[in-house]
Nanobody, 121 residues
Framework: QVQLVESGGGLVQAGGSLRLSCAVSGRIFSINTMGWYRQAPGKQRELVTI???????NYAESVKGRFTISRDNAKNTVYLQMNSLKPEDTAVYYCYANLFRGLKWGTEDYWGQGTQVTVSS
């Protein structure tokens, strides 16, 4: 059973910072791309940022310069450091991972349960 467990969400004032973590557990061979998506009320889920197994990153324009993604491959964990938070960053943040589970199961996408981030003005 593969699980992605997120932590670190909460309530913060505008201009503040939060750090999200997402740990992957279960029977896996390797982790390919990891990332974070978010979904605000009444809106579609959108990409925030991704990081490849080699460390290459990509960010949504709206978070460039404020958010930083990183990963610890030894811990199977991805992080999202969010600085200079704005009310429009309020959303449920979902961790994403593309995992290789061996020749029998191949490569699959997995999602965390989501963690609420609320930024007050």
């Amino acid at each position: 059973q593969v699980q992605l467990v997120e932590s670190g969400g909460g309530l913060v004032q505008a201009g503040g910072s939060l750090r999200l973590s997402c740990a992957v557990s279960g029977r896996i061979f390797s982790i390919n791309t990891m990332g974070w998506y978010r979904q605000a009320p009444g809106k579609q889920r959108e990409l925030v940022t991704i990081i490849t197994s080699g460390g290459s990153t990509n960010y949504a324009e709206s978070v460039k310069g404020r958010f930083t993604i990183s990963r610890d491959n030894a811990k199977n964990t991805v992080y999202l450091q969010m600085n200079s938070l704005k009310p429009e960053d309020t959303a449920v943040y979902y961790c994403y991972a593309n995992l290789f589970r061996g020749l029998k199961w191949g490569t699959e996408d997995y999602w965390g349960q989501g963690t609420q981030v609320t930024v007050s003005s």
